[in-house]
């Protein structure tokens, strides 16, 4: 069966620190990957996602980026956060089947910034 | 216009009583899926439902059932008999194809369920 991981659970750092969020998929190849955001409002917003390894979208211009240095790894970076970069991050993986398959979500990181 | 709306910011029942959560969908393509999605408090969303445009027969799985309505544009979820363990956030959300080689999730905001003892 397919798994998700996603590390740090929790992490705290000061305004302009850099950043770096993991989360490796087991189980599956080739998936699509995702990384999203969730502010204390509850809504998800799409920050990045690929469909292979190095091929990387950006949803949202910011000073955040993504890499996918393996089929199955994702990772999300900042080189100086911001206030504005609090909040919960969650990746998650899909089949490659257009739209039918449903995406399922890794346990994602509390980021707060201070 | 690709939008799901979810009227309800939160519902707060008493146990055993059965609730309604509500979802209404925009979308201009004529194949989609729809998604409802239960986040717990730990933060993970768990995947519940998947449904087809193509298929409007309602789904019963335990105590939950869910309403897919074309006409109306809604795929509505009904938690029967709730229970403190079905507090949560819910999700539902609508995909569609993007970019070319995958699909995007469109959420709702999300109605927060609590279910007291």
């Known amino acids: 069966s397919q798994t998700i991981h996603q590390w740090p659970a929790t992490l705290v750092q000061p305004v302009g620190s850099p950043l770096s969020l993991e989360c490796t998929v087991e189980?599956?190849?080739?998936?699509?990957l995702y990384w999203y955001r969730q502010a204390a409002g509850r809504g998800l917003q799409l920050l990045f996602y690929?469909?292979?390894?190095?091929?990387i979208s950006s949803e949202v211009p910011q000073n955040l980026s993504a890499s996918r240095p393996q089929d199955r790894q994702f990772i999300l970076s900042s080189k100086k956060l911001l206030l504005s970069d609090s909040g919960f991050y969650l990746c998650?993986?899909?089949?490659?089947?257009?739209?039918?398959?449903?995406?399922?979500f890794g346990p994602g990181t509390r980021l707060t910034v201070t | 216009a690709q939008k799901v709306t979810q009227a309800q910011t939160e519902i707060s029942v008493v146990e055993k009583e059965d609730v309604t959560l509500d979802c209404v969908y925009e979308?201009?393509?004529?194949?989609?899926?729809l998604f409802w999605y239960k986040q717990p408090p730990s933060g993970e969303l768990v995947f519940l439902i998947r449904?087809?445009?193509?298929?409007?027969q309602n789904e019963i799985s335990g105590r939950y059932s869910w309403n897919f309505q074309k006409s109306t544009s809604s795929f509505n979820f009904t938690i029967t008999a709730s229970q403190v363990v079905d507090s949560a956030v819910y999700f539902c959300?609508?995909?569609?194809?993007?970019?070319?080689?995958?699909?995007?999730?469109?959420f709702g905001t999300g109605t927060l369920l609590a279910v007291q003892p």
């Open positions: 959300a609508l995909s569609v194809r993007y970019g070319g080689a995958t699909n995007k999730l469109i």
């Open positions: 189980g599956t190849s080739n998936p699509n």
């Open positions: 449904r087809n445009s193509f298929d409007e």
């Open positions: 979308t201009r393509d004529t194949t989609y899926y």
């Open positions: 690929s469909v292979g390894i190095g091929q």
């Open positions: 998650a993986w899909s089949g490659r089947t257009l739209l039918s398959y449903e995406q399922y």
